[in-house]
């Protein structure tokens, strides 16, 4: 298959390193420095597995369509990253978001009626240039968007599983979208203010109830939409607390390196949904309010 990774970070480079491994035709665009480095040294993963991989790497999108565009830029550079590759979404590519937040997919359906969407739980951080640092294996479910199955999403599931990832299909994604963006409205603000691991909110009664009022509000949204979920986002959160333990979030990974987080995309987008519905979220909005401070106190 010919897949273009769309936003070559620490998530964009795991999974085009895999689809290499196993003999895929991967293109990566991403960021000078990073494809210098791919190109000059190859590809390097550490951590879960360690192996070395030699993708093709630019920093601006081939003119050619390929089978798959795997999205996996920040959620503020979405709309700029597909008007980059707009030239390059013939009417048999399929756009696949692995990406944090809310509302990429519907920026991708501003192109292209094939779109899939997809949450991943596997750990990743970018260590530097052109070495990937795999910190936790987790799951990735993938969907036709918003609802629904097919041929495509099927064989991108096979795809993903022969490259060694745990992958599995629903028909539900905007519910596992709005799942994954509920618990991460919780986890990352808290974790982010309080500069904190992800266990530390589990093993503290204060921070953990917080936690969970949160998931709750961001529930009155989705449900108020209706969004149905297959994993209840409390349920969720629990799991995820439990299993990242030891890890400190992306958001606050941002923000300790003076760069934009997604807050935006996450509390910001339940706060703006909630608007719409006529729900006021005061948490979401608390903790975003929070998280703009701190970051705009590091740039």
């Known amino acids: 298959m010919k897949i273009y990774i769309l936003g070559a970070g620490s998530i964009g480079s ?3 390193a895999l689809l290499t491994r196993i003999g895929e035709d991967v293109t990566l665009i991403g960021r000078k420095e990073h494809v210098d480095a791919i190109n000059n040294r190859g590809l390097r993963v550490v951590g879960a597995e360690e192996f070395t991989v030699y993708p093709r790497a630019v920093t601006e999108v081939p003119p050619e369509p390929p089978d798959l565009i795997i999205l996996a830029t920040k959620s503020y550079s979405t709309a700029h990253a597909l008007k980059c590759a707009r030239e390059s979404i013939g ?3 399929w756009i696949l978001s692995i990406q944090n937040g809310l509302g990429n997919e519907e920026e991708a359906l501003k192109y292209t009626k094939n779109v899939l969407g997809g949450i991943t739980t596997n750990g990743a951080a970018l260590e ?3 070495v990937v640092r795999w910190t936790g294996k987790g799951v990735t479910i993938i969907g ?3 609802k629904g199955r097919g041929e495509f999403a099927e064989n991108v599931v096979a795809l993903l599983k022969k490259a060694g990832l745990e992958a599995e299909i629903s028909d539900n994604i905007i519910g596992w979208k709005w799942a994954k963006a509920i ?3 919780a986890i990352n603000p808290i974790g982010t203010i309080m500069e904190v691991k992800n266990g530390i909110i589990l093993g503290n009664d204060y921070l953990l109830t917080l936690a969970m009022e949160v998931v709750k509000e961001g529930c009155q949204v989705a449900t108020q939409l209706g969004i149905e979920f297959d994993t209840h986002p409390m349920e969720l ?5 439990k299993r990242t333990r030891e890890n400190y979030n992306s958001m606050l990974q941002d923000v300790r390196r003076g760069k934009t987080t997604e807050i935006d995309f996450i509390n910001g987008k339940i706060i703006e949904y909630g608007e719409k519905m006529g729900l006021k979220t005061p948490l979401n909005f608390a903790l975003w309010s929070l998280v703009k401070a701190k970051e705009s106190q590091t740039k």
């Open 14 to 16: 795991l999974f085009g």
């Open 91 to 93: 009417k048999n590519t």
């Open 128 to 130: 530097k240039w052109g």
């Open 144 to 146: 036709n968007y918003p």
């Open 183 to 185: 618990v991460n409205s």
């Open 237 to 241: 959160l629990l799991e995820t607390l």
